[in-house]
């Protein structure tokens, strides 16, 4: 069971609202909210709000609704958040080599400033 989902996670937890969020967009799949420790000054999670762990399970398990949706509000956080034209970067982490640290799919919608590179190289 690779992708075994565990309910009880913290985006789990704001779905059902048990947690508050500063919500940027939501839509009938998809929210989009501000990440609680922000790493640029923009920094958004998008998650479906269905039960996927990670990125490969919600691409090859959900619905093509759920897919278009998702992949749409990202793209209007992007616009939203005014980081078309500067440049922007989307990280979706996954299981333990990707330290991944909440087991509910979230892609970081990350801009506002310049991102170096995106990994060191390696050694
Ligand atoms: P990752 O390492 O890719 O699983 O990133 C998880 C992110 O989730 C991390 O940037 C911090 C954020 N986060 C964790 N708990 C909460 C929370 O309760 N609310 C919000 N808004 N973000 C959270």
Redesign the pocket.
Known sequence: MPHAYDDQN?FAR?LRGE?P??TVMETDHTLA?????P?APVHV?VIPKGPYVCYDHFALEASDAEIADFTRVIGEVCKMEGVQEAGYRIIS?AGEAG????PHL?V?VLGGRGLGRMLQPAR
């Open positions: 913290i704001i947690i969020n500063d909210f501000r990440d609680i420790q790493q999670l982490n330290v991944q640290e909440v979230h970081h």
